[in-house]
């Protein structure tokens, strides 16, 4: 079965951390840019960060929320089949579902969810004291 999975979310207080994970099962997330998105209650969902297909020119290629830099970290484990979303000095603002997605569009600090991309079902993250 074709699916990504989200996992490690959970409640943490502010100025902690958390790794979230986006495993792949039935097929290779390393032909695909993984981006990472959250979403709260009557608000749009967010892009956070993306990191390019191991398969183009733009391998290796990381990209993040302006909002984001410097506190959140992408990474891809190509044995593990599994990208991961650092998350440090968490704040109360970054309370939202996570969700990872396969080849979202990603410039610069621009993430933004695309056709035709496979998502995730999503992981809660809480920050609160």
């Known amino acids: 079965q074709v699916q990504l999975v989200e996992s490690g979310g959970g409640l943490v207080q502010p100025g902690g951390s958390l790794r979230l994970s986006c495993t792949g099962s039935?097929?290779?997330?390393?032909?695909?840019?993984i981006g990472w998105f959250r979403q709260v209650p009557g608000k749009e969902r967010e892009g956070v960060s993306c990191?390019?297909?191991?398969?183009?020119?733009?391998?290796?290629?990381?990209y993040y929320s302006d909002s984001l830099k410097g506190r959140f970290i992408i990474s891809r484990d190509r044995a593990k089949n599994t990208v991961y979303l650092q998350m440090n000095n968490l704040k109360p603002d970054d309370t939202a579902v996570y969700y990872c997605?396969?080849?979202?569009?990603?410039?610069?600090?621009?993430?933004?969810?695309?056709?035709?991309?496979?998502w995730g079902q999503g992981t809660q993250v809480t920050v609160s004291s």
């Open positions: 990191i390019a297909s191991e398969a183009g020119s733009l391998r290796g290629t990381l």
């Open positions: 997605a396969t080849d979202p569009d990603c410039w610069a600090s621009d993430i933004r969810m695309a056709p035709g991309s496979l």
């Open positions: 039935g097929f290779t997330l390393d032909n695909y840019a």
